[in-house]
């Protein structure tokens, strides 16, 4: 198969751990003999720096024309207090908007090798295995007005949440479609106690939720459901939110992982002709300035990144399945970074990256 990837490092670490998931992108196109292509755009920081623009129009153009496209993080502290249209992360919301991807799928797993890891009791993380499905869209990221309203003692800042009707069947849809696969359970995730949004989105998922009457739905508020996350991750399956709430929850699921650098996902969107979904593949972690350059972040959830992309956008489920493996394997090995609290010396970002290939 031809695999055409668009490469967006981005800013701090994700220059690095993307670098380790493309080796690990080459090493499977060599062993299942793919032909690989890749080429790499700028986004972020990196892009503003170079051409004043976190979403230069090329990157886009890139994008638009790669089978999948492979992000490694965005954010510098130097832009903290940059005006919205001049920060990192509006290309991250542009490139999202620009390849039409509404769901991100974040899979949180415990692994047996990495329980010590998580600052959860052992008992508690054992068994956790759910994927949180994020409408990614929609919201408050992207409803209008908003803005900061300069006004003296009454300046004023507005965000709006905003869903339709058609924005949460499809996000549900692809929620319920997952679960069929799975164990057969939808948990979705609202505040209808208090926001009409929330309500709006209970009613139309429970709709939807009647059309798969083999999959179990329930609801829970996003205090309990955060609460839950900690004192019972082994109830979840599935977990469908809107957008603000599945960025917070998705983050708090790194506990159960033992570290943030754990995690990858995938944001999907509508089927391609070939019948792939287009996607944007990315570790959830951020650009960790602090230890950018190091050597030392960890490379699973860019790696795991890559699985997912194998998966959705090419269907080729048994080299996705031999890279989870290999994550797997490396980590039962106890050769990872220092996040994971290894046994003996934490390897490095490159190590761990040779590590899954020669697993692979």
């Known amino acids: 198969m031809n695999l055409h990837i668009l490469v967006l490092p981005g800013d701090g670490i994700g220059t690095e751990v993307t670098r380790e ?38 990157t886009a153009r890139l994008a638009a024309d790669a089978d999948a496209t492979l992000m490694g993080a965005v954010g510098l502290p130097e832009f903290d207090d940059a005006p919205p249209e001049k920060r990192p992360e509006k290309g991250l919301l542009g490139i999202r908007k620009a390849l039409g991807v509404y769901a991100n799928l974040r899979p949180v797993r415990a692994y047996p090798s990495q329980l010590d890891s998580s600052p959860l009791k052992n008992h508690l993380v054992a068994g956790t295995d759910m994927v949180i499905v994020r409408e990614l869209t929609g919201g408050i990221y992207y409803g209008t007005p908003r803005g900061i309203f300069e006004n003296g003692a009454e300046t004023r800042a507005v965000n709006t949440m905003t869903y339709t009707r058609a924005e949460i069947e499809r996000i549900a849809r692809m929620a319920f479609q997952l679960a069929r696969g799975r164990r057969k359970k939808v948990t979705s995730v609202d505040k209808s106690n208090v926001l009409e949004n929330s309500q709006l989105w209970r009613r139309v998922v429970t709709e939807v939720g009647r059309e798969f009457s083999d999959v179990e739905l329930d609801h829970l508020l996003v205090d309990n459901c955060a609460m839950q996350l900690v004192l019972n991750p082994r109830r979840f399956d599935v977990v469908l939110t809107e957008n603000m709430f599945g960025d917070i929850l998705s983050d708090e699921g790194a506990v159960l992982a033992g570290s943030i650098g754990m995690l990858p996902s995938a944001s999907i969107g509508d089927r391609k002709p070939s019948g792939a979904w ?40 048994e080299e996705a399945a031999a890279v989870n493996a290999a994550i797997e394997a490396v980590m039962q090995s106890g050769k990872v970074t220092a996040d994971l609290r290894p046994p003996g010396s934490p390897a490095t970002t490159e190590e761990v990256g040779q590590a899954v290939c020669a697993a692979v």
């Open 21 to 58: 998931a493309v080796r690990v992108l080459h090493a499977v196109a060599g062993k299942w003999h793919h032909r690989l292509t890749v080429a790499e755009g700028l986004l972020g920081g990196v892009a503003i720096h170079k051409t004043g623009d976190p979403l230069p129009p090329e």
């Open 278 to 317: 287009t996607g944007l593949y990315e570790p959830v972690h951020g650009s960790a300035p602090d230890i950018a350059g190091q050597n030392k972040a960890n490379p699973l959830g860019a790696i795991g990144s890559v699985a997912a992309m194998l998966e959705y956008s090419f269907g080729l489920k």
